[in-house]
């Protein structure tokens, strides 16, 4: 179905209840849009892009955003099942329900690359299943593996702390005692959330896109 042009006051609105993970007033602000513009609920929400330009403070992100990004898993599961369902007369193409799971914003990122970031792998589920593109890049040229791989890398360095006992040698560098054991004696490490993610993502999400693969790290 073709989609509709919002104000900028009702699409603030439509963010504001998403952000808030005010379920009752989505769902209010979804029936007066629908009933306004007689379209359904998966139209008005595929419509409600924050396209005001970057240096006016606009985002550029769709609803899909920001449940993604606060871990909000009730609230994008059903943005993204209003989405997806319906009479046929009145659902969204394959290709239009994939460009609002993967639209970008003025930084180029999909709701996929700040459910990563943030590392909630529900999220990142419920994302994939709806055809989230696991090889889209941001404007950095990072995609949402990278950013899972990135939290992962600073979950444990914030976990590592320095060993008093460690003793230095002449030159200043530490001198670490290394234990040598068999590989059953090796400690169990849990894995972060950043790594749930990756590993998730690496055995079932599939890059859709040309360009699958080749992270390259923010200069």
């Given at each position: 179905?073709?989609?509709?042009?919002?104000?900028?006051?009702?699409?603030?609105?439509?963010?504001?209840?998403?952000?808030?993970?005010?379920?009752?007033?989505?769902?209010?602000?979804?029936?007066?849009?629908?009933?306004?513009?007689?379209?359904?609920?998966?139209?008005?929400?595929?419509?409600?892009?924050?396209?005001?330009?970057?240096?006016?403070?606009?985002?550029?992100?769709?609803?899909?955003?920001?449940?993604?990004?606060?871990?909000?898993?009730?609230?994008?599961?059903?943005?993204?099942?209003?989405?997806?369902?319906?009479?046929?007369?009145?659902?969204?193409?394959?290709?239009?329900?994939?460009?609002?799971?993967?639209?970008?914003?003025?930084?180029?990122?999909?709701?996929?690359?700040?459910?990563?970031?943030?590392?909630?792998?529900?999220?990142?589920?419920?994302?994939?299943?709806?055809?989230?593109?696991?090889?889209?890049?941001?404007?950095?040229?990072?995609?949402?593996?990278?950013?899972?791989?990135?939290?992962?890398?600073?979950?444990?360095?914030?976990?590592?702390?320095?060993?008093?006992?460690?003793?230095?040698?002449?030159?200043?560098?530490e001198e670490m005692e290394v234990e040598v054991g068999g590989e059953g004696d090796a400690p169990q490490v849990p894995l972060t959330k950043g790594?749930?993610?990756?590993?998730?993502?690496?055995?079932?999400?599939?890059?859709?896109?040309?360009?699958?693969?080749?992270?390259?790290?923010?200069?």
């Open positions: 179905m073709p989609l509709i042009t919002l104000t900028p006051d009702e699409v603030d609105d439509l963010i504001y209840s998403v952000r808030a993970g005010d379920s009752a007033a989505l769902e209010e602000d979804l029936n007066t849009l629908s009933q306004k513009y007689s379209a359904p609920h998966s139209v008005i929400i595929a419509s409600a892009i924050d396209s005001a330009p970057e240096e006016e403070g606009g985002s550029g992100c769709c609803l899909l955003h920001y449940p993604a990004a606060n871990g909000n898993l009730e609230i994008l599961s059903n943005l993204t099942t209003v989405l997806s369902t319906g009479p046929t007369e009145n659902k969204l193409t394959e290709a239009e329900l994939k460009a609002v799971v993967n639209h970008r914003n003025h930084s180029g990122n999909t709701p996929l690359h700040w459910a990563t970031l943030n590392t909630h792998l529900e999220c990142v589920k419920v994302l994939v299943g709806a055809g989230a593109d696991m090889s889209i890049k941001n404007e950095a040229g990072l995609d949402a593996v990278f950013l899972a791989e990135r939290a992962d890398w600073k979950a444990q360095e914030a976990t590592q702390t320095p060993n008093p006992n460690e003793t230095k040698d002449e030159d200043g560098d790594r749930q993610v990756v590993e998730w993502l690496l055995e079932h999400g599939e890059p859709q896109g040309a360009e699958a693969g080749g992270s390259s790290e923010q200069s």
